[in-house]
């Protein structure tokens, strides 16, 4: 019996038939809709013809997954890979590549251009993102006009705009809007309440509009207080272990649990393993086991034994399973690949999940609608909500998708139910002129044509649109503004008492009977540092060698007392904040797990002077913070977190409206004008001459990297000169590494000659930062050094646990700093005018390639799917 047919939506008949005529497309549709299917039709197009089609990416992920849909589809000789990892038949009629791998391309004019028919742009809305944004308009601009571009993204809501652009740059362009999802969806509120067992679940919308019943679960309603003493607020956010357990019992398994913490998504992994939470047959688990082997069978048991592979084998063999950027590849993947065939149903993911990869669930849970950026929190954007619940509802499978928010104090009801509702999610360009760009538009147009293709980005054109549409919510905020200011004003006093709370706060966090004062003691040390321990055991003094941010958020300290005795510390074994007595330099190079060097510390720390210890710690602060504001009169309002919510919404807006004021500001500075900038900071370092490329110039057009100017910079200085392949490896990871955790990154300390070349490479960016500055250009971010000794390691042959063990970088850090280096490595071996330098670079890139980095690097069949 023959199959039916498939039978197509009316978007995808549309973009076919538009296809089939010639035209370019745009086509903007939910996740999981089925926009791949237009993009396989203009690939069946292009081989039919025998001509080429390219289908780019954003990350290397969905390149490797696409690559393996495509092989299924046309067979192994037809199917092309190009990342930074792997060039698997660049030649073939179809290649899948990074959009970056397209630009670069492009730009060099490569021979893999000719016969090319189409352009498939997956995740064309990317080209908002800050950092890797703009390559994507850089390859709609520059692409050769006979290429037809096929641009699929997610729902937004000025596609129209998009499209206008796309047909004005790249000529017929047909536009293709969807906004109905495939399998419908539900949004949920889910609420604790003390008065009552089980947890409240109800509909955030009731027939588009807020649910009459959401408001009464607002933090103000408080009041339960079963027995004597302070009343307990009667709603609380409900338990992980609990959340499943519930949509279990309402039949929305598989679920994706979405939590913005790395260390979160692992510790309610391990919650449920110990609260016993089964959701496996016997089959399952065989099935999950056999996935697990195969997918790790490319990492060494010593490997395995420091990833801990035994206790995250237990988890997912029990159905539950973690997914966050802190994982290795390998562990990602069998992740993914045990959700797909329905053997684990839950996942505790971070966002990163919500990008692209396949992994449709029943229902998809957003524990909070807050998340930290590094330096705030930040309430979710409608474009947001809209990516992580876009993973609810698997076509062909639910007849409906659920996605359930759970209850905060920190959020009213009218806010979650505002952004459950809210249909605006604009998309932006974050095109902006930088020094490789600028190189090749020298290299490859005239000047006034050089120009006119600037003016001709994404970026421009909502600028020359948008200043009316800008000027119009500067209205509307001044009046918002004015409505909350009349509001607070018949409470004087509310900004006072909000820095008397937020004092409060900070007084709890150093409280030194608290544990976050201790964490936040402990976190601040570094190598170097002399220290008094209050612990088990208890030292007067003791040199600190390393401090690492383990799993699950432990931190271990390894120290070495004036016996050469060396005592590690974990974060449970300190009972009172440590006190630093004195800081010393430690030797160099810094060997901090060699048994010779531990004495030459413990030697420096007998020798140093140390002030004596405090015999007890202060106190009395938290207390003084407490009865502040508790007597403040605001405190006593019935209204008083209302007023609050005020408060910071007026604070907010203000903040708003300062911001768009200088967005219509900048209006005027035009990326012409931006790009001539550049162009003056570059012949100020002998890169261009009137409209030519020196010498320089041509290595700065072949540096695709954010810090190419300095790369090329040292280069040119000799500062990558006469180095062995670990030590080069060590500089340039300088470049290349970027700390994000709140924990300080560990201290690097070269011997002199390399901590030289360090200091050089720290000059030329610092110099570049003031050439810039004087230009009103972006800063290049300076050289950080929170890598380089486990480069150097690594390229030089050490082992992943004797490199890893008391650091604070986790395995999928490791392999994701790994590989960008190596990309950068690649790049100056293929750029270096000194053969020696080019020589030792690559020999780098090679020796870094290996282990847990060359294993998550090849590409598997997955089977083929709709997204």
């Known amino acids: 019996m023959k199959p039916e047919p498939l039978r197509l939506d009316r978007f995808q008949e549309e973009a076919i038939a538009a296809l089939d005529d010639g035209a370019s497309v745009l086509v903007a549709a939910p996740t999981g809709a089925g926009k791949t299917l237009v993009a396989e039709h203009a690939i069946e197009i292009a081989l039919r013809e025998q001509r080429k089609a390219f289908y780019t990416t954003p990350i290397k992920a969905l ?239 010593s490997d395995l034994d420091f990833l801990d592979f035994d206790r995250w084998a237990v988890g997912m063999e029990t159905g539950v399973a973690a997914h966050h950027a802190g994982m290795v590849p390998a562990f990602k993947e069998a992740v993914e690949q045990c959700f797909a065939e329905g053997l684990v149903k839950v996942v505790f993911a971070t966002e990163t999940l919500a990008l692209g990869i396949n992994m449709p669930a029943r229902a998809v849970v957003i524990e909070r609608l807050t998340k930290f950026t590094g330096e705030t929190h930040e309430f979710l ?96 905020l001044k009046r918002e503004i004015s409505l909350l200011e009349e509001q607070l004003g018949r409470t004087p006093g509310i900004r006072h008492y909000r820095e008397l709370v937020d004092e409060l706060e900070r007084e709890r966090v150093r409280r030194p009977s608290s544990r976050a004062s201790i964490e936040q003691a402990v976190s601040a040390l570094k190598p170097g540092d002399v220290i008094g321990i209050t612990g088990e055991p208890a030292v007067e003094r003791a040199v600190v060698l390393s401090v690492a941010y383990r799993r699950r958020g432990s931190i271990k300290v390894r120290c070495v007392n004036g016996e050469a005795q060396v005592i590690l510390y974990d974060l449970a074994d300190f009972q009172a904040p440590p006190e630093v007595l004195a800081h010393v330099d430690l030797p160099v190079p810094f060997l901090p797990h060699d048994a010779a060097y531990q004495h030459q510390a413990a030697e420096v720390l007998r020798r140093a002077h140390v002030r004596p210890r405090r015999t007890a710690p202060e106190s009395g602060h938290y207390e003084q913070a407490l009865a502040a504001v508790q007597s403040h009169p605001v405190h006593r309002l019935p209204g008083r977190d209302r007023l609050l919510a005020a408060f910071e919404d007026l604070e907010s807006k203000r903040g708003q409206l300062d911001d768009l004021e200088r967005v219509i500001g900048g209006r005027t500075d035009s990326l012409a004008r931006r790009f001539d900038r550049v162009l003056d900071l570059l012949d100020d370092w002998g890169y261009v001459q009137g409209w030519s490329l020196t010498p320089r110039g041509t290595d700065l057009a072949r540096i695709y990297h954010e810090a190419d100017l300095v790369v090329v910079e040292a280069l040119a200085r000799g500062v990558l000169d006469d180095l062995e392949p670990p030590e ?23 011997e002199h000659s390399l901590a030289k070349r360090a200091s050089e490479l720290e000059s030329i960016a610092s110099d570049l930062n003031r050439a810039e500055k004087a230009r009103s250009l972006s800063e290049t971010r300076l050289p950080e050094w929170g890598f380089a000794a486990q480069a150097r390691a690594w390229a030089a042959g050490s082992d992943l646990d004797v490199i890893l063990e008391g650091d604070d970088i986790s395995g999928g850090d490791f392999v994701r700093n790994v590989k960008q280096l190596i990309d950068l490595l690649r790049q100056i071996a293929e750029c270096a005018r000194s053969r020696s330098t080019a020589g030792a670079a690559a020999r780098a890139a090679e020796a870094l390639f290996r282990g847990v980095v060359a294993a998550s690097a090849e590409p598997r069949p997955e089977p083929a799917g709709q997204r």
Not at 450 to 461: R, T, V
Not at 728 to 750: F, K, M, N, Q
Request: charged fraction near 25%; glycine fraction near 8%.
């Open 63 to 301: 390149s490797n997954q696409k690559y393996g849909d495509l092989v299924g589809q046309h067979g192994v000789e037809s199917v092309g890979l190009l990342t930074g990892d792997n060039a698997i038949r660049g030649d073939a009629p179809v290649v899948v590549m990074t959009t970056e791998v397209l630009r670069n391309m492009i730009y060099s004019e490569s021979s893999l251009l000719s016969g090319l028919l189409y352009v498939v742009l997956d995740e064309v809305h990317y080209l908002q993102d800050a950092y890797r944004g703009p390559v994507w308009e850089e390859v709609i601009v520059h692409c050769p006009a006979s290429v037809k571009l096929v641009c699929l993204s997610a729902t937004v809501s000025n596609a129209t705009e998009l499209a206008d652009w796309l047909g004005e740059v790249r000529g017929e362009t047909a536009t293709i809007l969807e906004t109905q999802r495939p399998v419908g969806l539900t949004s949920l509120y889910l609420v604790g309440d003390r008065s009552r067992p089980g947890y409240h679940l109800l509909p955030i919308l009731v027939d588009g509009r807020p649910n009459p019943e959401g408001h009464r679960f607002d933090s103000r309603n408080r009041g339960h207080s079963p027995g004597r003493g302070r009343p307990r607020p009667r709603f609380f956010s409900p338990r992980r272990v609990a959340t499943v357990e519930r949509l279990a019992e309402e039949a929305m398994l598989p679920v994706i649990y979405f939590i913005f913490s790395r260390a979160a998504c692992d510790e309610a992994m391990r919650r449920c393993v110990e609260e016993g939470l089964r959701l496996t047959d016997s089959d399952e688990r065989l099935r999950i086991r056999e996935i697990l082997t195969e997918r790790t069978d490319g990492l060494s048991d």
């Open 728 to 750: 080069l490896a060590a500089i340039v990871s300088g470049l290349t590494y970027e700390h994000r955790s709140p924990v300080p990154s560990a201290d690097w300390h070269p």
């Open 381 to 476: 954007t409608p474009g947001q909500y809209t990516q992580l619940t876009g993973r609810a509802g698997r076509r062909g499978i639910d007849s409906h998708g659920y996605a359930v928010v759970l209850w905060s104090p920190f959020v009213d009801f009218g806010r979650l139910a505002s952004l459950v509702a809210s249909r605006s999610f604009p998309l932006s360009s974050a095109f902006r002129p930088n020094y490789n760009m600028a190189a090749n538009l020298v290299r490859r147009y005239e000047s006034d044509e050089a120009h006119h293709l600037l003016n001709q980005s994404f970026a421009q054109f909502q600028a020359d649109r948008s200043v009316v549409r800008l000027e119009r919510r500067v209205e509307s």
